[in-house]
């Protein structure tokens, strides 16, 4: 069975902070995606990655895959509030997400 | 361009009562997806669809949940006879088959709630 496990789940920083969130998955896949969602909204799509060491940027946040260690890293620089939401990350075609991480950025 | 659209967007039925969700992908998107979202949970998968086809139900969680998309657009997911444990937000997604990505792009959900 395929787990899919981020950490933290909750994640409390301060405007300006940099901060990054884990995302481990249990077996060999070939995609990776990553998601935001803020509160009572579907999902936006974020980055997909699809090779081993890929990294994206989409402003302050960049997102990286390491296949061989089966870990996706989403590291969000100089934060700001717009970024308080809830982020997923997800493996295979048919989506198998992790529990989320909710981030709140304080002044 | 239009997105996914999804209704009705909230929903409460009684314990024992069908309803039936309904789902609109992005025009010509191959692929149709059903998930199930609980409070404070993240995305299950239920169903997939490449056009008219369901090629994996494997995440229906009973034989009271049903989908279907007839004519490779539009896909209803019905529930028959609803428990409490039903109650959760249903989510669509759809993709274009063929692109390298195949990012899935969701609807805004179904709340659904079953007294």
């Known amino acids: 069975e395929l787990k899919v496990e981020q950490n933290p789940l909750f994640l409390s920083m301060q405007e300006g902070k940099n901060y990054t969130i884990y995302c481990n998955y249990s077996t060999t896949s070939d995609r990776l995606y990553w998601y935001r969602q803020d509160p009572g909204k579907s999902l936006e799509s974020l980055f997909v990655l699809l090779s081993n060491g890929a990294v994206k940027q989409e402003g302050r946040l960049m997102a990286s895959l390491d296949t061989k260690a089966r870990l996706s890293t989403l590291h969000i620089t100089a934060a700001v509030h717009d970024l308080s939401a809830t982020y997923f990350c997800a493996v295979e075609r048919a989506l198998n997400f992790g529990k989320g991480t909710s981030l709140l950025v304080t002044p | 361009g239009a997105g996914v659209s999804q209704s009705p967007r909230y929903k409460v039925a009684k314990r024992g009562q069908d309803v039936a969700l309904r789902c609109d992908p992005i025009?010509?998107?191959?692929?149709l997806f059903w998930y199930q979202q609980a409070l404070g949970q993240g995305p299950e998968f239920l169903t997939y669809f490449q056009n008219e086809a369901q090629l994996d139900k494997s995440g229906l969680p009973s034989d009271r949940f049903f989908a279907e998309r007839p004519e490779g657009s539009v896909s209803t997911l019905k529930i028959q006879r609803t428990q409490q444990e039903d109650s959760a937000v249903y989510l669509c997604?759809?993709?274009?088959?063929?692109?390298?990505?195949?990012?899935?792009?969701f609807g805004p959900g179904t709340r659904l709630t079953v007294l």
């Open positions: 025009s010509g998107h191959v692929s």
């Open positions: 997604a759809s993709s274009l088959v063929g692109s390298v990505a195949d990012t899935q792009y």
